[in-house]
């Protein structure tokens, strides 16, 4: 970063947009902070899951947007991760602040090991291959009574204080997570690793030829879309307090994560927050009015978004703007 | 400890077989539309619920169901191809998985609340014996199931091999393009392919009523067996999926002497990375379905 400042600041700056762009982050991260003093605590839920969605989406966004890899490994991580983080807190070996990290470590680690294999692989079986990998940890986890208290899932250790207090903790730390996601994102697709896994997007043998190394690449990006969702699961369990496999292995979240990129716009650094808003907001309207039918309702919904806005609902959106503007 | 391993090799032959007829469908769908059938595991279910109401409401044998079941079924495959999936047809896989899988979340929903996840039976009233041959036992009615398992295997080769219907599709898969210039309506193929994996999914739900105890949450496993039988042995042919039901049958129920009971479903998905890892075209995958 240090050489790019210092040839910046040799230019005259472009009329002011970095300190713009700056200030109105600031104000931002100041209001998401502020937001536990003023919503109940029935938001603040609302407010800390779709951090949670926003984080796993950043993070599946590195593999299946800016590289265009199928993954459907999200589940995989969120439950390693969410594994992780339990059985180190509930054997006291570590304290709550380094859960997330010590799930996205254990992540980062799988995802390296695995990695190098299955991402050779392409189309159909690279998503069969990423989707099995929650399979075999879900199997795992309910083989190993031993360590994982199998089928019965584990209790965490409640945090002491009261539910307010809880509440808010939760939420700042899925609120760093997510601005942890968000800035590396940002990074990311700023930076020559961005700029070579689009160019493997585009055309893998093409990206060799000019010197990409994209096996690197593409465990880097692999190891990306792991870590996040990882730390996410991580304070997931802290926060449900409860796991058990077949809850944080569920396909479902394998889903999710692709589904909250296709809604919010797929390879885009703001993509996955709008996604995860758009989602939300549609999951609790669901949760609320027709419970016996929640599955299915989230199907309906990803049927209809996949035949009929494949692009993102933000673009079709964007677009429905511009088209008025120009009028 | 050698008839132990004899009784096992028999039990994965036995449950092999139905592997085959489980993954049958799956492996045509893959191999000739590109979709990664995730609503192939409730189908399967669905025809075992068929099966299931036929022999509690009306005394038919679920030995016989596949005659009813494979018609129905592939009327809804065929619709469900002609009114949804023919749109998705030639998209990436994350489309085309995520559409199945939405697909599945509804048609899992409506069994769960139409038939509740109550694991139901078919319990016969005069209960099949058990033969015993060398001191391995074999359950008569799991013997059935896999010898029509394996008829139905027949049936689907040779529909696929001898019929026009068949070369048709075959013809698709090959080379679509060549295919509409020899007259082949396209989308129609594609229709009556989706509508065979259906048939075919109903028609192994209805042998496995006689075998499992039926649940909506069974569809999971089921389409976890048609996964790795696809990639073990090869998608692209009759042959890899026979190869890679019998594999499966008996990777499990021999690697389970090792490991304990609890961990079969592992051993399956285990393979099935190491195969992906090592050879990703199966053991004996080729390009084209035959």
């Known amino acids: 970063m240090t050489p790019r400042l210092s040839k910046a600041a040799g230019r005259p700056r472009p009329s002011g947009v970095p300190s713009w762009t700056l200030w109105l982050s600031l104000a931002g991260i100041a209001c998401l902070a502020a937001l536990p003093f003023v919503l109940d605590n029935y938001t603040m839920r609302l407010a800390t899951t779709i951090l949670m969605y926003g984080a796993m989406a950043w993070g599946w966004n590195f593999i299946g947007g800016y590289v265009g890899y199928p993954s459907f490994a999200t589940a995989a991580f969120f439950g390693l991760g969410a594994y992780t983080g339990a059985i180190l807190l509930t054997q006291k070996l570590i304290p709550f602040w380094l859960s997330p990290i010590s799930g996205a470590a254990a992540c980062i680690i799988l995802s390296i090991i695995v990695g190098a294999p299955i991402l050779r692989l392409r189309g159909h079986y690279f998503a069969v291959a990423s989707l099995s990998i929650g399979e075999v940890l879900r199997q795992m986890a309910t083989s190993w009574v031993g360590l994982t208290g199998g089928g019965m899932g584990i209790n965490l250790p409640p945090m002491t204080g009261s539910l307010t207090s809880e509440t808010r903790v939760f939420y700042y730390a899925m609120l760093i997570l997510a601005l942890v996601s968000f800035a590396v994102s940002v990074l990311v697709s700023r930076s020559r690793l961005g700029v070579a896994l689009r160019c493997i997007r585009q055309n893998e043998e093409a990206a060799t030829m000019i010197g990409i190394d994209a096996t690197r690449c593409k465990v880097i990006a692999f190891a990306l879309s792991a870590a996040l969702p990882g730390a996410a699961g991580a304070i997931y369990a802290s926060w449900i307090g409860y796991i058990e496999p077949s809850d944080v292995f569920d396909i479902l979240i394998a889903i999710k994560a692709p589904i909250i990129v296709l809604l919010g716009g797929v390879g885009t650094v703001f993509g996955p927050v709008l996604g995860a808003v758009v989602y939300l907001v549609f999951e609790e309207i669901v949760w609320s009015n027709l419970l016996q039918f929640h599955n299915a309702m989230l199907g309906v919904i990803v049927v209809v978004l996949v035949l009929f806005m494949p692009n993102g609902a933000v673009e079709l959106l964007q677009r429905r703007v511009r088209a008025e503007g120009a009028r | ?290």
Not at chain 2, 25 to 35: D, K
């Open chain 2, 1 to 290: 400890m050698l008839s132990l391993i004899l009784q096992n090799l028999v039990n994965g032959l036995l449950l092999g077989g139905l592997y085959i007829c489980i993954a049958i469908g799956f492996s045509l769908v893959w191999g000739v539309l590109s979709i990664i059938n995730m609503i192939h595991g409730s189908m399967i279910v669905l025809g075992s619920y068929l099966a299931y109401y036929a022999f509690a409401s009306f005394g038919i044998s679920p030995f016989v169901a596949p005659l009813f079941v494979m018609p129905l079924m592939y009327g809804f495959g065929y619709g469900l191809q002609r009114g949804v999936l023919n749109r998705v047809v030639g998209r990436p896989v994350l489309i085309t998985l995520t559409l199945t899988f939405g697909l599945d979340l509804i048609l899992n929903n409506l069994m769960l609340a139409g038939f509740t996840a109550n694991f139901r039976r078919v319990v016969f009233e005069k209960p099949f014996a058990t033969l015993e041959i060398f001191n391995i036992i074999v359950p008569q009615e799991r013997l059935y199931a896999t010898i029509l398992a394996l008829l139905l295997t027949l049936v689907f080769y040779l529909l696929l091999n001898k019929s026009r219907i068949g070369r048709a599709i075959v013809a698709v898969r090959s080379d679509r393009d060549a295919a509409v210039l020899m007259g082949i309506n396209v989308p129609q193929i594609y229709a009556i392919t989706f509508g065979i994996g259906a048939a075919f999914a109903g028609a192994a739900g209805s042998l496995m009523s006689v075998v499992l105890p039926i649940s909506p949450v069974e569809s999971a496993s089921y389409l976890g067996k048609a996964f790795v039988v696809c990639v073990l042995g090869g998608l692209g042919n009759i042959i890899g999926v026979v190869f890679g039901g019998f594999a499966l049958g008996m990777i499990e129920n021999l690697g389970v002497m090792v490991t304990g009971p609890e961990y079969s479903a592992l051993i399956g998905f285990v393979a099935l990375l190491a195969v992906l890892a090592i050879k990703p075209t199966g053991i004996a995958g080729k390009r084209g379905f035959e």
